[in-house]
Each structure stands twice: as structure tokens, then as C-alpha cells.
Nanobody, 125 residues
Framework: QVQLVESGGGLVQVGGSLRLSCAASGRTFSTYNMGWFRQAPGKEREFVAAISASGRTTYYTDSVKGRFTISRDNAKNTVYLQLNSLKPEDTAVYYC??????????????????WGQGTQVTVSS
């Protein structure tokens, strides 16, 4: 069983920044691929960014490339998402997910076995 706890969300103005954190339980965090997804009201959950277990491979959805950065600290069992140059369309609940399958990094939500409770990001214009 893996427990994930997100933090760092909040209300920010257009162009502002936030750093989201996702703390994971378990002694094998360094073997998990990790992902960030988001869900806006009335929309489906969508992929934002993912990072491989080693941290060497990252993927981003096109709309956040150059603005968001995913990273991880395996010693702290934590994955981060740095959000810069925020736009109103970034407003959503952000979720982190853990893929414990030991398979290659994926952008599909179905690959992620465990999810956090989510943290709200609101960008005001």
C-alpha cells in the first residue's frame, strides 16, 4: 500500500508561481514512476507531467512545457511540480500518482496505481 499526500496548492495571480509537493509512504519510492495529473471542473483528469523512478526521464503535456518542472528527491520520498508563469487555464485540482509496475514511464492515468487526495490550484486573472 502506498499513501500519497499532496501539498502546496493555493490561490495565485496570473504569471505567478507555486511549488506542489507529493510525499509518499513506503520504502521503495525510488522504484516508482511518478506523475502529476489535474482535473478542472466539468473536465476529465488530464496528464500534466511524469518522472521516471531514477529521475532521468521526464514527460510533459504540451501546454505546460517550458513553464512547469517535475522533479523528485528519492531520499525524501517526495516528488515536486514547480509551476511558473501560471495561466487561468491551469486552474484545477492537481493529483499525484504512483506507478509501482516497474514498467517504462507512462502518461496514461490507468498506469498509476495509487493517488493522492489532490491539491487545489486557482489562478486568478
Amino acid at each position: 500500500q502506498v499513501q500519497l499526500v499532496e501539498s502546496g496548492g493555493g490561490l495565485v495571480q496570473v504569471g505567478g508561481s507555486l511549488r506542489l509537493s507529493c510525499a509518499a509512504s513506503g520504502r521503495t519510492f525510488s522504484t516508482y514512476n511518478m506523475g502529476w495529473f489535474r482535473q478542472a471542473p466539468g473536465k476529465e483528469r488530464e496528464f500534466v507531467a511524469a518522472i521516471s523512478a531514477s529521475g532521468r526521464t521526464t514527460y510533459y503535456t504540451d501546454s505546460v512545457k517550458g513553464r512547469f518542472t517535475i522533479s523528485r528527491d528519492n531520499a525524501k520520498n517526495t516528488v515536486y511540480l514547480q509551476l511558473n508563469s501560471l495561466k487561468p487555464e491551469d486552474t484545477a485540482v492537481y493529483y499525484c500518482g504512483a506507478d509501482i509496475s516497474l514498467r517504462p514511464l507512462s502518461v496514461g492515468a490507468g498506469r498509476y496505481n495509487y493517488w493522492g487526495q489532490g491539491t487545489q490550484v486557482t489562478v486568478s486573472s
